[in-house]
Nanobody, 124 residues
Framework: QLQLVESGGGLVQPGGSLRLSCAAS????????IGWFRQAPGKEREGISCISSRDGNTYYADSVKGRFTVSRDNAKNTVYLQMNSLRPEDTAVYYC?????????????????WGQGTQVTVSS
């Protein structure tokens, strides 16, 4: 059974940093492209980053480009999202999801396995 578990969320002040982890069990993470998504209260879920399994290419939404970095540690079967220069508008529940495609698709429906989410709150 494919399972993803996010961790690393919490409360941080504006300008601060957090690193989210997405740990996989039941499958080898490097065979999947991994996306990070977030959903703020009252808003639709948005895709913010992705790392492909084919070549490790990374993609970022304009809202996080230059501030967030996605990486993977295949030995630990884990993908990370390093978030720097956090802003109040980054407050959301963050999810990771796995796609069997070897490239990052722009379609959320291609991500079939999802974690339970971790809360990130940016506030002073």
């Amino acid at each position: 059974q494919l399972q993803l578990v996010e961790s690393g969320g919490g409360l941080v002040q504006p300008g601060g940093s957090l690193r989210l982890s997405c740990a996989a069990s039941g499958f080898t993470l490097d065979a999947y492209s991994i996306g990070w998504f977030r959903q703020a209260p009252g808003k639709e879920r948005e895709g913010i980053s992705c790392i492909s399994s084919r070549d490790g290419n990374t993609y970022y939404a304009d809202s996080v480009k230059g501030r967030f970095t996605v990486s993977r540690d295949n030995a630990k079967n884990t993908v990370y999202l390093q978030m720097n220069s956090l802003r109040p508008e980054d407050t959301a529940v963050y999810y990771c999801a796995a796609s069997p495609r070897d490239y990052c698709s722009g379609y959320e429906s291609t991500f079939g396995s999802w974690g339970q989410g971790t809360q990130v709150t940016v506030s002073s």
